[in-house]
């Protein structure tokens, strides 16, 4: 089994696939967001400076979350391969995280790439829609995940609503952010071999057997 990160635009879809991998395979699903929120629970020094960093909207600085990102795949669920979800963020980060890696003895793995369509990003956010009451997600713009009744969830009759950053806007400036940031670790990794580059403009489903080749091998 090998370490994977997914790197994908707003929307892309890398959280489901993410799960998917999960579900089949086993493996931890790391998310820096999930350690930093788990940290700061902590009656310790750095607990409660976490705690407040996070309180405060602030970013906890570099050093400590390399620290606990290093310790928590340190752990014995990790030594089989693991997903890491929401670093590196920059150029700096993923040279941070590589040698996190090597000071552990893991390999890189597969740094999957998917690519999606910027106009189809944006029907995504701006057409999603959520239940209020199962979560149920259904799309507006897309004819297969809209809802039979506008604003009325299918599943359980809840009302639907639009989450306040998933607008026109606020996307466009998530995907610049993503271009800015996340393209140099992309050209990073491609450097380095262990790109993987996956067409997202398909089905969940298709998607992931895509991804499921690539993590087993057979996309030689």
């Known amino acids: 089994m090998k370490n994977i990160m997914f790197i ?25 967001g999930d ?5 700061s629970k902590e009656d310790s020094e750095i ?7 996070l309180a405060s909207g602030e970013l906890v600085k570099d050093d400590i979350t390399y620290q606990l990102i290093e310790d928590r795949l340190n752990k014995d669920d990790c030594k089989n391969g693991f997903i890491i979800d929401g670093f590196p963020r ?35 956010i701006t057409g999603r829609r959520i239940c209020e009451n199962c979560k149920s997600i259904f799309n507006i713009n897309d004819e297969q995940s809209a809802p039979q009744i506008e604003s009325v969830c299918d599943n359980c009759g809840g009302k639907l609503y ?27 990794y491609r450097k380095l071999g262990v790109i993987h580059e996956v067409d997202g403009n398909d089905t969940v489903e298709n998607v992931f057997k895509k991804v499921d080749k690539i993590i087993s091998g057979d996309d030689k």
């Open 90 to 124: 920059n150029l700096n980060q993923a040279i941070e995280y590589d040698k996190i890696l090597s000071n552990l003895g893991y390999d890189i793995g597969h740094v999957i790439v998917i690519n999606i369509e910027e106009k189809t990003l944006e029907k995504r």
């Open 162 to 188: 639009q989450r306040r950053d998933d607008n026109l806007e606020a996307f466009q400036t998530r995907y610049k952010m993503y271009q800015e940031k996340t393209e140099p670790i992309i050209e990073h």
């Open 47 to 53: 607990g409660h400076y976490v705690a407040e960093t």
């Open 35 to 39: 350690i930093l929120r788990d940290i």
């Open 8 to 32: 994908a635009a707003p929307a892309a879809g890398k959280g489901t696939q993410a799960e998917l991998v999960v579900e089949k395979y086993g493996i931890p699903h790391i998310s820096t």
